[in-house]
């Protein structure tokens, strides 16, 4: 195989009893299985989770939960941010649970819903003052209420503490059956006041924690990354000193010099912006990336790499935050840009 993904079953389940222990047994845990659960595939996951007792599950849209259910997902599933006029008669075919986030369609409502409250993080939710919000959802069959942080890791800001009492305020007027408002984040760093009685992981289903910022409490989450990204070295050779690599020359070998081929690149998912500053992994050693990233194929640093044999581009030593900090972007953004051509495989 060129290029391929292999997703730990044991990580995925021992990430979710970590978050399952780190909370009171009276909140739920819903995993949040978005974005073909981070690219670590959606049915997959769910179904591990599911024989795990995950009795809730969010999707970001309704495809993603329909797919789920006609894949045999039992679980409640909440659809985070589409509600769409189009998709609205799936909410009841396929007994998916929307998030609403406007007064007027919670006002039509028809089936169970969880309002989003838009507590300070200018994205999706309401608005309105508590007492606007509160006259408005009466008889209708509001289930849950929800938020969502914007600085979360950021313990230099307020801002976090500013979007709780802004969502207290309602919560104190509006009562629900459930209340949530903590992702990973809040969850490992223990912001107990922002558990509400659902918690909605996704980055520590997979193994992440991003570090915090600031006078932060320690991370009480212990999860591991549940996926290993790796390539084939197509070919090997030598190239003499002051050789140019790729793409506009961007490396020059300052001496002679032994270079591996990997069959990906950035059509993969390979950051172009790791060009001559990323690594990979090969027999625990760190191998530079040289020159360009181009569409399909990576140069790298030989060492003692052989034509067939597989480096990890991504894993144990060479995680998605490591990879995301040499590329400029975010672990979340790293996970998700794995492309579908990548193979994905399981082991356990
Ligand atoms: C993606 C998302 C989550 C999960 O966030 P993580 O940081 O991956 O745990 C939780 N809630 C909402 C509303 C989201 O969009």
Not at 63 to 80: F, K, P, T, W
Not at 169 to 187: F, G, N
Not at 235 to 246: N, P, Q, R, T, Y
Request: glycine share 8%; charged share 25%.
């Amino acid at each position: 195989m060129r290029s391929w993904i292999e997703v730990s079953r044991s990580a995925i389940r021992d990430n979710y009893r970590a978050v399952r222990a780190a909370v009171e047994s009276s909140i739920e845990v819903m995993p949040v299985v978005k974005a073909d659960a981070y690219r670590h595939g959606a049915e997959e996951v769910s179904k591990i989770l599911e024989a795990e007792g995950a009795r809730w599950l969010a999707v970001s849209n309704t495809e993603e939960g329909i797919a789920l259910r006609q894949s045999g997902i039992g679980a409640r599933i909440l659809v985070m941010a589409d509600y769409l006029p189009e998709n609205r008669a799936f909410f009841a075919d396929f007994s998916l649970t929307p998030v609403i986030h406007s007064l007027v369609d919670a006002a039509a409502a028809q089936v169970p819903y969880h309002l989003k409250v838009d507590s300070g993080m200018g994205r999706l939710g309401v608005r309105e003052s508590a007492e606007e919000i509160s006259r408005a959802v009466r008889g209708t069959p509001i289930e849950g209420l929800m938020t969502h942080f914007a600085s979360a890791a950021n313990y230099e800001s307020k801002q976090t503490e500013a979007q709780i009492a802004r969502f207290d305020a309602i919560r104190k007027l509006i009562s629900t059956q459930y209340v949530h408002l903590s992702s990973t984040i809040p969850i490992a760093y223990r912001r107990t006041e922002a558990w509400g009685n659902i918690v909605r992981p996704g980055h520590a289903i997979f193994g992440y924690v991003s570090p915090a910022r600031g006078d932060a409490p320690a991370n009480a989450l212990r999860v591991r990354p549940a996926l290993t990204w790796k390539a084939t070295v197509l070919s090997v050779k030598d190239v003499e000193a002051d050789a140019l690599i790729g793409y506009g020359g961007m490396f020059r070998t300052p001496k002679p010099m032994r270079i591996a081929i990997l069959a990906a690149g950035y059509a993969d998912g390979i950051p172009h912006r790791l060009s001559n500053r990323g690594k990979v992994l090969a027999n625990g050693r760190k191998l530079p990336i040289l020159g360009a990233v181009s569409m399909d194929l990576t140069t790298i640093e030989a060492g003692d790499l052989r034509v067939g044999d597989a480096v990890t581009l991504l894993g144990q030593g060479n995680d998605a935050q490591e990879m995301a900090r040499a590329a400029g972007t975010i672990s979340y953004d790293v996970l998700c840009g794995i492309r579908a051509r990548v193979k994905r495989i399981y082991v356990d």
